[in-house]
């Protein structure tokens, strides 16, 4: 039973369109993160989130942005879809320690042709 | 920077077998080790670990934190095919080590179980 949804879980789309892909959890986590992962590689951090109205760049340069308005609600945003975009972004949250480690949505595979 | 080298990187075995997961690490300030199994596409989690030396356990699945060495291991006793999946191991990042800033992942193992 999932407490993080991502939608939508496949998306193609073209070259050059604004995309906005949803995180929203239920488990009133401060902390959220958005991670790249390309197959067979591992994940890397992109965006994060200590709460509301605060958002920091990971360690992948990325040309995405993002907002935190709500406690539940992260989106990730692309304002001009590339090629080089085509991957799977994983959003997570946590309580800020790791001794339950974070809980991962399913993820959106993003497919720009 | 931090970084997070898992072996092999693939592994195939038989049902039954008892297979062993490593991960090496290298971070500025170490915390706590975590590992989590990723089926088709969200990772979940199954341990973390802080000592030296404590066998965290759950089932079928064991893991151990060798901190002098550096080092973790996973390992699954009498594997079933629903053991496959790719298994990650991760350390928190930032300053404090303490989670809040993110994890930095190894590449992962991808285990397949054969019937």
């Known amino acids: 039973e999932a407490d993080i949804y991502q939608t939508p879980r496949y998306l193609v789309i073209g070259t050059g369109k604004k995309i906005t892909l949803e995180c929203s959890q239920t488990m009133g986590h401060d902390k959220m993160y958005w991670y790249q992962q390309d197959p067979g590689m591992e994940l890397h951090l992109i965006h994060y989130?200590?709460?509301?109205?605060?958002?920091e760049k990971g360690d992948l340069s990325s040309e995405s942005t993002v907002s935190r308005i709500r406690t539940e609600h992260f989106p990730l945003t692309l304002e001009s879809a590339r090629p080089s975009h085509t991957s799977q972004y994983l959003c997570?949250?946590?309580?800020?320690?790791?001794?339950?480690?974070?809980?991962f949505g399913s993820g959106t595979r993003l497919t720009v042709v | 920077e931090d970084k997070v080298v898992q072996s092999p990187l693939s592994l195939v075995v038989h049902e039954g077998d008892t297979v062993t997961l490593n991960c090496s690490y290298e971070?500025?300030?170490?915390?706590?080790l975590l590992w989590y199994k990723q089926e088709k596409k969200a990772p979940t989690f199954l341990f973390m670990l802080?000592?030296?030396?404590i066998e965290k356990k759950s089932g079928r699945l064991s893991s151990i934190l060798d901190k002098k060495e550096l080092f973790s291991i996973l390992n699954i006793t009498a594997t079933q095919t629903g053991d496959s999946a790719v298994y990650l191991c991760a350390v928190p990042k930032g300053y404090s080590g303490g989670g809040a800033d993110g994890l930095t992942f190894g590449k992962g193992t991808h285990l397949i179980i054969q019937p």
């Open positions: 971070v500025t300030n170490f915390r706590s």
């Open positions: 802080t000592s030296s030396g």
């Open positions: 989130s200590y709460g509301v109205n605060s958002t």
């Open positions: 997570a949250s946590g309580s800020g320690t790791t001794s339950h480690g974070y809980t």
